[in-house]
């Protein structure tokens, strides 16, 4: 029953796609095409939006039938059997629908739709625009191939005979065991499809050739919430990793973990750059190309981590929709890149850049070095690929490759933290840098002092501390200029929300150069009642405790730390799967955690040793705390702040009907010229003002 | 102090600090590393032959405990770092090296990078010395926008402003 209800589900929103999708599109080529437009445009507009708002119903359709079934354990469903099971808690028998690669399409779809209705919503006052016609036909396309996979190579509403002594084994052993599973991967994916709609909109004014700043300036608050549910998404699965998968990190440089961090870069590169765009009108076919880009990003690393290509630890290895999404792929690249070719005469920009002293240098410094770290991600998480290919070696590329390169770039990306935000437009002079640099660079040198005192040493992480308290400095003087200026409301808007993300940048580096740099890994053979010590800290093995439940036998020791409280790493044997995880204890402080692993038990003997991993890592909770800031940034950054809108209403109005002629045309008339004006003279009132107010 | 704030005097001040600070920490450090140090630095570099790309630290699979032991024991009997890897690459392949090779084929994930950073800053040099030039005075198609916009303003003027 459920299974039809879903497949039901699953071929209504593929079918509303590929309607909406084809009515949308001829009735829009019918219009370009005759001079006058189309006169059928609008009803043709009417319905596609009508097939368009069953995508989201047929979404959130289908993930409700799959939760039922899977509360329900109804194993006649092919998903339900591959991941429920009777003795799950609820919680984690919930977040089984994203725990294998069928499920998580779905999820997909249901937040693709959920985006969809957004834009719906959104723009209901554009809704017979042929940009907004556009994207919306993109949006069906991506929905299309989305519910197409579900349809067919990966449906998970099959009908399956269930045998009479079936147990279910549910999601993999580390999907049920920490609460954060059920909320990092829906914040990714929030993520990932959120960049849907700025790379439809690009597609939608490449195709209607209106090029100019209007798409941007309609997707700017999209592409900046996606973009901070990425972070998020990205930072809570690191902190899930640290939780769950007892090796004392949170990042491996794992395929599936580069697969995301690829369309960040790029989006993060995007984020800098459309503000030259905005601003100065340049830098058009870049931004449009990073905006394909980023979406290309997303469906390659779907491709990579979904079809078994490369094998990770937390792949769904799966090679039924591998030949799919690389068509897919190949179809989204080859159309962008197409269609930037088709547009690139139209594409040529009226600005110029005056100095390399100035804000935009520095954004296209930014997007040098974003485009360079993305593209040794995407390198090494492909090379071993193309090497076995071409000659057959094996390789492995892994962290100290992507160290290498990663922290010469990383440093120098704080540094321009550290100089850009105090940067004009147009021109800085060197008296003008220095003074507004100056208690920056007294912060760097406080910071690297009380830094070296407190024992740092190492080139790499006293450089990040310096550079930290530089960035820091300078992030902070723009957010006390702005509330200065505007009270508590300079604290929204872009620029100054942008101010609290760098902030959330900045900590997140120093915990992740302290973390790793002065890291302490031991290993110990302990008998009960023995005490070690490690970074000044005791750690005594008191004894073996157990507990059982139908899902699970635990093993943990009781392990206290300078004699107080008893943590207790186990180890968990799944006995569904007959599986056993180590599950690490953590006892984290703001200066340092300290993350206990029990590597191996006595099998018989409970007085036999233990092995016991202590790892002492400082300043690793700032990494949680920089991506919460980060969060915090985002949301300031989409609440509207007090900056002139970027296109100049118009002027108060005489009584215009009085005139008899229209005024109306004229003011737009100079509305057009004032804002082309304005793009060559680049400086508004209120970045006058800003430059004027420096310290 | 408001007075000194920026000035070259007052910037010399800051440099000199950073850089004695940064010189001090970097060069204090790493002689004294201990043994147990070494053997942590060393798990990081190598991968866990059966374990997808993790290293040998991140891995708690039984034969990254082995290699652990394996370069705990050697460690301790003062085994070289080159004598430690070319054992595991023996042993394991060059499958079991996290850092690949500058040698062969894996050259070139080196050097693709470097062209990379180096093209891009040189696209993006180009891009900001080419228009440094000459671009203070105003061009006659400036002088024309401005002309054009002064036009139309009176013409809202003329059309709008009967009531001002």
């Known amino acids: ?131 907004l016609g556009w994207a919306m036909v993109v949006l069906l396309g991506i929905s299309t191939f989305f519910f197409g996979l579900l349809a067919l190579p990966a449906n998970p509403f099959q009908r399956v005979s269930v045998a009479a002594d079936f147990v279910g084994r549910g999601p993999n052993p580390l999907l049920q065991d920490h609460v954060l599973v059920a ?42 919430i996606a973009w901070g549910f990425l972070t998020f998404g990205i930072v809570l699965g690191a902190w899930w990793s640290y939780e769950v998968l007892g090796w004392g990190g949170y990042w491996a440089w794992d395929p599936v973990e580069n697969a995301s961090l690829l369309p960040w870069l790029t989006g993060t590169a995007f984020l800098h750059s459309v503000m030259v765009q905005e601003r100065r009108g340049m830098l058009r076919v870049w931004n449009l190309s990073l905006v394909c880009a980023t979406f290309c990003l997303t469906i390659l690393g779907t491709f990579l981590t979904r079809s078994g290509v490369i094998d990770s630890v937390h792949a769904f290895a799966d090679g039924a929709v591998g030949p799919w999404l690389l068509t897919f792929f190949a179809i989204v690249t080859v159309g962008s890149v197409g269609l930037i070719g088709w547009r690139g005469d139209r594409l040529r920009s009226p600005g110029a850049i005056d100095s390399p002293l100035s804000r935009e240098a520095s954004f296209l410094a930014n997007n040098v070095l974003f485009g360079a770290m993305a593209f040794v991600v995407l390198l090494g998480t492909v090379f071993p690929l193309f090497a076995e290919a071409f000659d057959g070696s094996r390789l492995t590329i892994g962290r100290p490759y992507f160290d290498s390169l990663g922290r010469p770039i990383a440093i120098v990306t704080l540094f321009l933290m550290a100089v850009a935000p105090v940067l004009p437009w147009r021109k800085a002079s060197t008296e003008l840098l220095s003074t507004r640099l100056f208690w920056p660079a007294v912060a760097a040198v406080g910071v690297t002092a ?4 407190v024992g740092a040493r ?18 902070v003087r723009q957010v006390v200029l702005a509330t200065r200026r505007q009270g508590w409301r300079g604290f929204v808007g872009r620029t100054n929300g942008g101010m609290i993300v760098h902030l959330g940048v900045i900590i ?57 409280q008893v943590y207790e790493p186990a180890r968990t044997r799944y006995t569904q799967q007959g599986m056993v995880v180590g599950t690490p204890s953590v006892k984290p402080g703001i200066t340092e955690d300290l993350y206990l692993v029990l590597d191996d038990i006595p099998q018989d003997d409970p007085q036999a040793p233990i092995r016991l991993r202590v790892i002492v890592r400082p300043l690793i909770t700032w990494i949680w705390a920089g991506g919460v800031l980060m969060g915090i940034g985002t949301l300031l950054a989409v609440v509207p702040g007090n900056r002139s809108p970027s296109i100049p209403t118009a002027q108060p109005a005489g009584d215009g009907a009085a005139s008899g002629s229209s005024p109306d045309r004229s003011r737009s008339a100079l509305s057009r010229a004032f804002t082309s004006l304005r793009r060559r003279l680049t400086r508004t009132p209120t970045e006058l003002h800003a430059s004027q107010g420096g310290l | 102090m408001s007075q000194f704030a920026g000035t070259r005097a007052s910037w010399a001040f800051v440099v000199v600090a950073l850089v004695g600070l940064i010189a001090f920490a970097s060069l204090g450090g790493d002689d004294d590393q201990s043994a147990g140090e070494r053997a942590e630095a060393l798990y990081d570099k190598f991968a866990c032959p059966t374990c997808d790309g993790q290293s040998v630290a991140e891995s708690n699979a039984a034969v990254a405990a082995t290699i652990r032991e394996f370069i705990r024991d050697e460690v301790a009997a003062g085994t070289s770092d080159t004598d430690i890897r070319n054992a595991l690459v023996q042993g394991y392949g060059t499958e079991v090296l996290l850092n690949p090779p500058a040698s062969g084929i894996a050259t070139l994930v080196w050097v693709l990078p470097v062209l990379a950073l180096v093209g891009g800053s040189a696209v993006v040099f180009n891009a900001v010395s080419r228009n440094n030039l000459g671009s203070a005075d105003p061009t006659a198609e400036d002088e024309a926008l401005v002309a054009e916009l002064l036009e139309s303003a009176s013409d809202e003027v003329d059309n709008t402003g009967s009531d001002g």
């Open chain 1, 450 to 453: 009380f830094a070296v005192l």
């Open chain 1, 458 to 475: 190492g080139f790499w992480p006293v450089m990040t501390f310096a550079l930290s308290g530089f960035a820091g400095g300078s992030a």
């Open chain 1, 508 to 564: 997140l580096a120093m915990g992740v150069a302290a973390s790793e740099s002065y890291k302490t890994d031991r290993i110990f053979t302990m008998s009960p009642g023995e005490t070690v010590f490690v970074e000044s800290h005791s750690f005594t093995y008191e004894g073996l405790g157990a507990d059982r439940t139908s899902r699970r036998d635990r093993t943990f020791a009781r392990v206290s730390i300078d004699g107080g």
């Open chain 1, 1 to 131: 029953m459920l299974s039809a209800f879903g497949t039901a589900f699953v071929l209504l929103g593929l079918m509303a796609s590929i309607a909406g999708m084809l009515i949308g599109s001829v009735a829009l080529v019918r219009d370009q095409r005759s001079p006058n437009g189309s006169a059928t445009l609008k009803p043709a507009m009417k319905s596609m939006r009508q097939f368009a708002s069953m995508v989201p119903a047929a979404g959130i359709g289908a993930f409700i039938v799959m939760e039922i079934a899977l509360f329900r354990r109804d194993y006649s469903v092919s998903f339900v059997q591959q991941v429920g099971s009777d003795s799950i808690p609820p919680i984690f028998n919930f977040a089984a629908l994203w725990s294998a690669l069928e499920g998580s399409l779905i999820l997909w779809a249901l937040t693709l739709g959920l985006y969809i209705a957004a834009v719906l919503w959104k723009f209901a006052d554009k809704k017979n625009d042929p940009l």
């Open chain 1, 183 to 224: 909320f990092h991967p829906p914040m990714l994916y929030l993520g990932y499809v959120g960049f849907a709609v700025p790379f439809a909109f690009a597609i939608a004014a490449l195709i209607t050739g209106r090029l100019g700043e209007g798409w941007l300036v309609e997707t700017r608050r999209w592409t900046v």
